[in-house]
């Protein structure tokens, strides 16, 4: 080593210690106000001049500071809250590592790079998956691009685009509320098993704004996912067997969850043309009500005001000192076999969660109530979001269970006319 590149080596763990201390009195006990300290930081780097070394290794700081309170801002039901500030520090960090990607680099320090503005470009995918909002445009291709230009990639970086395509292709949308971080466990448990090469698996195309083509087409690289498949078989048939889970997935997801998700994995994960249903164009209004409960309720004041009244703006309040259920207006998109694509263009409050039940009802036929779960969500704009609701029956048969001694029987209650044929129980 000259005396140039000591001087520099020195220099750069000069920066690096200061930038710790500065990272270390951040505000740890206000995880947001550190997310956005930190962005503003890493922004301030990108329009600082610095050799590509020194902004490798101190990006790689910010990345871990990040990662810490990222996680700690992160709680049931605050994944909005958060996902403007991870998305905004994460794609900062991803576009400082893509600034250093200069053709002097080593192979290591290549390597680095792509890693890093791959692992931010991927929170920035979570981060939107978490909030059930659109990635930005182009994201996949900047993550096929950045692949690629790594050159010779090691298996650790293998390893983590592997990841990232998997959770692209677990239909995140249509995943409940919080599965995206269990899904992400499973990978972390069973995604290496997932191989990179060719002539096989999913389609890979670098210029293609999506992960990958599950169609059978001709492609430069191709995700094989047999191994992690006979692995997720496994995983499944150990919880159904009642086998303790794998330590690090057991402290952080519960075996129903993951059984189900094996279930919905072992579907998504596997290539092949997906069978469409038929869908029909339809035009007009349904009335969403969240929760059975709530419509239970609802059919109550139908009932005793002879339907209801006022409902002819997007978000209604009825009853308010009555405490009576919030009703939405959506708009309905088109209809398959046994669900509904509904839009609403001016939502105030938050929408119903993937897994949540809720009440559908057409105003222009004053019908019954259905029961409806919603299967996927997906936020267009600012409180303008898409849903799809698979319809499960009427929501109009009450039941009182009586327990006797010797028997136990259900009976249809009073407030509840002649049950029809296919119905779903409110309980």
Request: aromatic letters at 6%; glycine letters at 8%.
């Amino acid at each position: 080593m000259d005396a140039n590149e000591g001087r520099q080596g020195r220099w750069l763990s000069w920066r690096e210690r200061r930038l710790r201390a500065w990272i270390d009195a951040l505000p740890a006990a206000e995880p947001g106000r550190a997310l956005a300290l930190l962005a503003q930081s890493v922004r301030a780097l990108n329009t600082t001049l610095l050799d590509p070394a020194t902004r490798i290794a101190l990006l790689r700081q910010y990345l871990r500071s990040a990662n810490d309170f990222a996680a700690a801002l992160t709680r049931p039901g605050g994944e909005r809250a958060s996902a403007g500030l991870a998305t905004m520090l994460y794609s900062e960090i991803a576009q400082g590592f893509q600034m250093a990607l200069v053709p002097e680099l080593t192979s290591d320090e290549r390597r680095m790079a792509v890693a890093g503005a791959m692992e931010g470009l991927s929170e920035v995918l979570r981060a939107a998956y978490r909030a059930y909002v659109p990635a930005p445009p182009g994201l996949w291709r900047r993550i096929h691009t950045l692949f690629d230009a790594a050159g010779t990639a090691t298996l650790d970086l293998e390893h983590l685009y592997v990841r990232v395509l998997l959770m692209g292709l677990s239909d995140p949308y249509a995943l409940p509320e919080g599965g995206l971080d269990a899904v992400c466990e499973i990978i972390l448990e069973v995604g290496d098993r997932a191989v990179l090469g060719e002539g096989a698996g999913f389609a890979i195309m670098p210029e293609a704004d999506r992960p990958a083509d599950p169609a059978a087409r001709e492609a430069p690289l191709y995700l094989d996912t047999t191994a992690v498949l006979s692995e997720l078989a496994r995983l499944r048939d150990g919880i159904r067997a009642r086998r303790p889970l794998p330590p690090r997935l057991a402290a952080r997801v519960l075996p129903d969850l993951a059984l189900r998700l094996c279930a919905k994995l072992g579907e998504t994960w596997q290539p092949g043309t997906r069978p469409r249903a038929p869908r029909v164009r339809l035009r007009g209004e349904r009335l969403v009500c969240l929760g059975l409960a709530n419509v239970r309720r609802l059919r109550a004041s139908e009932r005793s005001e002879q339907g209801l009244s006022g409902l002819d703006t997007p978000w209604v309040a009825l009853g308010g000192a009555a405490g009576r259920p919030r009703v939405t207006t959506w708009t309905i998109h088109d209809a398959g076999r046994s669900g509904l694509w509904l839009r609403c263009m001016d939502l105030e409050g938050a929408p119903p969660a993937p897994g949540t039940w809720i009440g559908i009802k057409d105003p222009s036929q004053n019908g019954r109530w259905l029961a409806a779960t919603v299967r996927w969500l997906k936020r267009t704009r600012p409180r303008e979001y898409a849903m799809g609701v698979a319809v499960l029956g009427e929501a109009q048969t009450e039941a009182v269970l009586r327990i006797a001694p010797r028997r136990a029987a259900f009976a249809a209650s009073s407030a509840s006319g002649p049950p029809p044929q296919a119905r779903v129980a409110l309980s």
